[in-house]
Structure formats: structure tokens, C-alpha cells
């Protein structure tokens, strides 16, 4: 098994940065990668970033959050992290983390369906 445990997250204003964690622990090199996904309040969970342990690729959800999230891994401390900055209100979610067993490909790194673990969520809120 493994698990996930988010942190971090808080009240912001708009332009504001901010960098949420996901601390794992488990059978963590069974894992293939990790995602960052988010769900606003009656909206569906969304890919948010991911990252592939095998290359270090990363990938991103391209117009809501390219350019201003970067997903990153320290693998030393067991954490993945997502740096968000330029915040805008519609950036207003829970954040989850998430684990992977299979690689696949990169459309699959996209479908919350994909990943096998799940944290239990930071709220993020960014005032206007």
C-alpha cells in the first residue's frame, strides 16, 4: 500500500504564490508517478500536473495552469510538491495528490481513473 498525506495549502490573494506537498510513505517504489489533481466546489476532480518517476517527465493541464504551476519531487524527503503561483480565484479547489502503479501513457497520466492512492485533500483559496 501507499499513502499520501497533502499539505500546505491556505488563503490567498490573487498574484499570490503558494506550494503544497504530498509526503508518502508505503511501497512507494512500486509507484510509477505522481499527479496533482484539483475539485472546485460542484465541479469535477481535474488534472491539475504529473510527474513519471522513470524519466522525470512532467506534464501539465495546458491552458488553465501551464506556465504558472511547476510540479517537482525530492526524493530524498519523499514529497512531491506543486508551486503555484500568478494564483487567480478559479484556482479555488481541493487538491489532491496521487499514485500510480502502471506507466502508460501520457494521455493516461491525465485520468484521475489511472491512479491507484489518493491523499486526502488541502483546500487552496484565492481571494480577488
Known amino acids: 500500500q501507499v499513502q499520501l498525506v497533502e499539505s500546505g495549502g491556505g488563503l490567498v490573494q490573487a498574484g499570490d504564490s503558494l506550494k503544497v506537498s504530498c509526503t508518502i510513505s508505503?511501497?512507494?517504489?512500486?509507484?510509477?508517478?505522481m499527479g496533482w489533481f484539483r475539485q472546485a466546489p460542484g465541479k469535477e476532480r481535474e488534472f491539475v500536473a504529473a510527474?513519471?518517476?522513470?524519466?522525470?517527465?512532467?506534464?501539465y493541464a495546458d491552458s488553465s495552469v501551464k506556465g504558472r504551476f511547476t510540479i517537482s519531487s525530492d526524493n530524498a524527503k519523499k514529497t512531491v510538491y506543486l508551486q503555484m503561483n500568478s494564483l487567480r480565484p478559479e484556482d479555488t479547489a481541493v487538491y489532491y495528490c496521487?499514485?500510480?502503479?502502471?506507466?502508460?501513457?501520457?494521455?493516461?497520466?491525465?485520468?484521475?481513473?489511472?491512479?491507484?492512492?489518493w491523499g486526502q485533500g488541502t483546500q487552496v483559496s484565492v481571494s480577488s
Open positions: 510527474i513519471r518517476w522513470s524519466s522525470g517527465s512532467t506534464y
Open positions: 496521487a499514485a500510480r502503479d502502471y506507466t502508460g501513457s501520457y494521455y493516461s497520466f491525465t485520468r484521475r481513473n489511472e491512479y491507484d492512492y
Open positions: 508505503g511501497r512507494i517504489f512500486s509507484t510509477a508517478g
